[in-house]
């Protein structure tokens, strides 16, 4: 390449330099690497040679950029950077281990055990309750019975439940006795015993 498309060159990347950067950045998402894409392009300019005289320097310099920044990627792609390393161990498996797996369906067939064993009124207020969210009066209307019985078989349903699972009950908070409560009533809840 003639020195005057040399010169040519190096003027447009100059004045255009912050342009140049901002399209790179956007492309590739990094400024970094549009800075550093860019940094290998002025290096390039000496043994630049356009096939047929410099019709566009600014699109000429963007290709030797874009190019740039494609070999750098593609170099890198097999290497660890720090920031990759800190958002990795930033990163948290929701998915289970296998032996937690285990544990988890065990506990299920234990908990599903435990219903089996509770009288029929006492599995329908804890299923009425606790899984479809049904108000304790609510509860206590439909079967006919007062909201304090619903209460002490839930607390009994919860109470079998727990010691099935090896777990002690917590009460959260205590009971609403009034019809008109939103449904945060007795909310006992169990947890496991930590050794």
């Known amino acids: ?9 190096r003027r447009f990347f100059v004045l255009g330099y912050d342009e140049l950067r901002a399209r790179l950045a956007r492309r ?7 800075g550093d894409a860019l940094h290998e392009t002025w290096l390039r300019i000496d043994g630049a040679a356009p096939a047929k ?3 566009s320097p600014k699109h000429y310099l963007l290709r030797m950029a874009y190019n740039a920044a494609l070999k750098r990627l ?27 797996a285990v544990i988890a369906r065990l506990e299920l067939e234990t ?29 206590a209307e439909q ?16 109470a079998h439940c727990a010691l099935r699972l090896d777990r002690k009950v917590i009460r959260r908070f205590g009971p609403k006795s009034s019809k008109g409560s939103s449904g945060g009533e007795d909310l006992d809840r169990w947890q496991r015993d930590e050794p």
């Open 1 to 9: 390449m003639s020195n005057s498309s040399q010169d040519v060159l």
């Open 28 to 34: 590739f998402g990094s400024t970094d690497l549009a």
């Open 53 to 55: 005289g410099l019709r």
């Open 74 to 100: 593609n170099a890198e792609s097999g290497l660890v950077t720090l920031s990759d390393a800190k958002a990795a161990i930033g990163l948290i498996d929701d998915a289970p281990d296998p032996e937690r």
């Open 111 to 139: 908990l599903a055990q435990a219903l089996r064993e509770l009288t029929p009124r006492r599995r329908t207020i804890l299923i009425a309750s606790r899984l479809d969210g049904t108000p304790l009066w609510r509860i």
């Open 143 to 158: 079967l006919a019975i007062s909201q304090r019985l619903v209460e002490i078989e839930l607390r009994h349903a919860l």
